[in-house]
């Protein structure tokens, strides 16, 4: 159930409100309007329909069932889109177009620094990269771990720039959130119930890669899982999906953003890099994502892809992300979004 509290309800109206709720069994979980705020009251949906009753109490216009499965990422209980907060000058969901760039993984000081200089240069507003891989064999590199969040701190410090990295089990979540902007759950990952409720229990954002034969409703559901947690700061990421097709790495489900944008009010970013595997398809795949309504694009740089640790050949050069974001600055503004200077 969501209660709709009135506009211009009291604090002390809301706190009673959420008391009640409490008393009842249920978790209330307050989301901020730009006119009002809703109450979602989420537990046992078997005697939901004592929640009826809050309608009576003072500062409640209404009580209205949530039809999805998914309660708190619907846009049934929030009709405006979310916008998530990484940094005090950076936000994702609103009028300006984020792009995350770095390497698949960290492999040593030079190239995490090196690579944040480059992206920042041509435009990105965020770094990315991976301290724990996990990877499909177990003899792939794994990452260098919290020698590599230490390196991603220093890119942070030389650049300014936040960044976003993999957390990928439960125990390691309070050592990446004490170092990351952004903490990334990864495709394999995405329906790690424990994990996802640890993260749900940190103040930090979270970015939730859909998984790659999931489906829609089974991804709003994983962010269903964190929010209902706490956390109501969760950026949907399409990766793609697997289908029949070999000549792309994944299929890249560009027609998921206009369905999440109807479905929920959180943000939507594209991973067109894991999307395609191929550097020759990020910059086309990365201008439809936009022109499709992307919050926002999560792109692989390196500065030496033929001999990077992992994923060289979806990994763009400096060189030819600085054309791309310089052509994708066309894109943003005709879809309505600002890409910075």
């Given amino acids: 159930m969501i209660v709709v509290m009135k506009a211009g309800a009291a604090k002390k109206e809301r706190d009673a409100v959420t008391r009640r709720i409490k008393e009842l069994g249920y978790t209330p979980h307050i989301i901020h309007g730009t006119t009002r705020d809703v109450i979602g009251a989420v537990g046992d949906e078997r005697g939901k329909s004592v929640l009826q009753t809050l309608e009576s109490m003072q500062g409640v216009e209404s009580v209205v069932p949530i039809l999805q499965p998914y309660k708190l990422a619907s846009k049934e209980v929030k009709k405006e889109a979310s916008i998530v907060r990484i940094s005090d000058t950076l936000a994702i969901g609103g009028k300006e177009l984020v792009v995350m760039a770095g390497p698949c993984s960290v492999e040593n000081e030079e190239q995490i620094i090196e690579s944040a200089i480059a992206v920042k240069a041509a435009g990105a507003q965020m770094l990315r990269g991976g301290a724990f891989k996990p990877r499909t064999s177990p003899y792939s590199f794994q990452g260098l771990e919290e020698e590599g969040l230490k390196l991603l701190a220093k890119a942070r410090e030389t650049t300014g720039l936040p960044f976003v990295t993999e957390v990928i089990d439960p125990d390691s979540v309070d050592l990446v959130a004490s170092y990351s902007d952004m903490l990334q759950i990864g495709a394999r990952n995405s329906q790690n119930f424990a994990l996802l409720k640890k993260v749900g229990q940190i103040d930090k954002p979270i970015l939730l890669k859909r998984g790659m034969s999931m489906t829609i409703q089974e991804f709003l559901m994983s962010a269903e899982y964190i929010m209902s947690e706490g956390n109501q700061s969760v950026i949907l990421c399409e990766r793609g999906i697997r289908t029949f097709e070999t000549a792309t790495r994944n299929t890249l489900d560009l027609s998921a953003i206009p369905v999440l944008k109807s479905k929920t009010h959180l943000p939507v970013v594209i991973d067109p890099s894991h999307g395609t595997g191929n550097y020759r398809y990020i910059a086309p795949m990365s201008f439809a994502a936009v022109a499709a309504g992307a ?14 640790s992992s994923d060289g050949p979806q990994s763009l050069k400096p060189k030819k992300f600085q054309a791309l974001m310089d052509k994708l600055r066309l ?5 309505d979004k600002t890409l910075g200077a």
Avoid at 295 to 308: M, N, Q, R, S, Y
Avoid at 331 to 335: D, G, H, L, P
């Fill in 295 to 308: 919050d926002g694009l999560i792109i692989e740089v390196h500065p030496d892809p033929e001999k990077a």
């Fill in 331 to 335: 894109f943003a503004e005709a879809a």
